[in-house]
T-cell receptor
Framework: DSGVTQTPKHLITATGQRVTLRCSPR?????VYWYQQSLDQGLQFLIQ???????AKGNILERFSAQQFPDLHSELNLSSLELGDSALYFC?????????????????FGPGTRLTVL | SQQGEEDPQALSIQEGENATMNCSYK?????LQWYRQNSGRGLVHLIL?????REKHSGRLRVTLDTSKKSSSLLITASRAADTASYFC?????????????FGKGTRLSVIA
């Protein structure tokens, strides 16, 4: 058990709908990362938050948004869903960044949310 | 953009044999990490090697890093059926500001009992 929790485990919805995925990081971790994993694209970084602020952005679609709340949990919102959005969505957390070196520590991954868009 | 790429894409071996996976990347890095993923589960961190290190061990795992060739290898010795999983390398680009870890597409390892 990594200490990172994600809800829900599975989500089945229809095209055009909107869903919210939730993540609680490990106790004390300030950084939260969101990833999308599909069979053809591998693990794609979406976005990172550090202590409530957006830190880095990857291949995140405009239809997707995220935020990190004061209690450090994070939510990933996916809207106007398309068939191609079906994937595993992972959240990960890590301890404070080594700001001086911009070096990343190990990340602890949650169990993921499997999204199926029909 | 920088990306770690694992090779081979898939590997099948007998229990007890050693498994070697390789990772190549494109630009200078601060560190390189290896992760493991069981089917449909979250990734689990295995080992981190910094750019000034050449070799690191953790149990049955041995990781090497050759920054001149921009490559790393992960060796699993005396493999077990439970080692069956996908293995990913992730690179942390040096002097890149806010660029996050970049994961390769992974090597799928099957260990046959």
């Amino acid at each position: 058990d990594s200490g990172v929790t994600q809800t829900p485990k599975h989500l089945i919805t229809a095209t055009g709908q909107r869903v919210t995925l939730r993540c609680s990081p490990r106790s004390g971790d300030l950084s939260v990362y969101w990833y999308q994993q599909s069979l053809d694209q591998g693990l794609q970084f979406l976005i990172q938050y550090y202590n409530g602020e957006e830190r880095a952005k990857g291949n995140i679609l405009e239809r997707f948004s995220a935020q990190q709340f004061p209690d450090l949990h994070s939510e990933l919102n996916l809207s106007s869903l398309e068939l191609g959005d079906s994937a595993l969505y992972f959240c990960a957390s890590s301890s404070r960044l080594a700001w001086a070196s911009s070096s990343y520590n190990e990340q602890f991954f949650g169990p993921g949310t499997r999204l199926t868009v029909l | 953009s920088q990306q770690g790429e694992e090779d081979p894409q898939a590997l099948s071996i007998q229990e007890g044999e050693n498994a070697t996976m390789n990772c190549s990347y494109k630009t200078s890095i601060n560190n390189l990490q290896w992760y493991r993923q069981n089917s449909g589960r979250g990734l689990v961190h295995l080992i981190l090697i910094r750019s000034n290190e050449r070799e690191k061990h953790s149990g049955r795992l041995r990781v090497t890093l050759d920054t001149s060739k921009k490559s790393s290898s992960l060796l699993i010795t005396a493999s077990r059926a439970a080692d069956t999983a996908s293995y990913f390398c992730a690179t942390d680009a040096a002097d890149s500001g806010n660029t996050p870890l970049v994961f390769g597409k992974g090597t799928r390892l099957s260990v046959i009992a």
